[in-house]
């Protein structure tokens, strides 16, 4: 079993916005995988995990979280 360090909830605002307006990315998928803001930790490592909105062709921002997954003895 493996750990992600730090389990941080993201928190839509506004509530129009949708969990599929998000464009979810990761730096590694051998670290971790991530699906609608769903992150799976896949072996030990540091990866980057992205989020861009989608719902606004004008704002550019994404947002970024570093993730370290370790192993859970």
């Keep these: 079993m493996f750990l ?3 389990a941080v909830p993201l928190e839509i605002i ?3 916005v949708y969990k ?3 464009y979810w990315s990761t730096s590694d998928e051998n670290v971790v995988k991530v699906k609608d803001g769903v992150i799976t930790a896949q ?3 540091v990866a980057i995990i992205a989020a861009q909105p989608m719902f606004d062709p004008l704002f550019r ?3 970024f979280c570093v993730v370290r997954v370790i192993k859970n003895e």
């Design 43 to 45: 072996k030990e490592g």
């Design 61 to 63: 921002t994404s947002l």
């Design 14 to 16: 506004p509530v129009e």
């Design 4 to 6: 992600i360090v730090p």
């Design 20 to 22: 599929d307006s998000i």
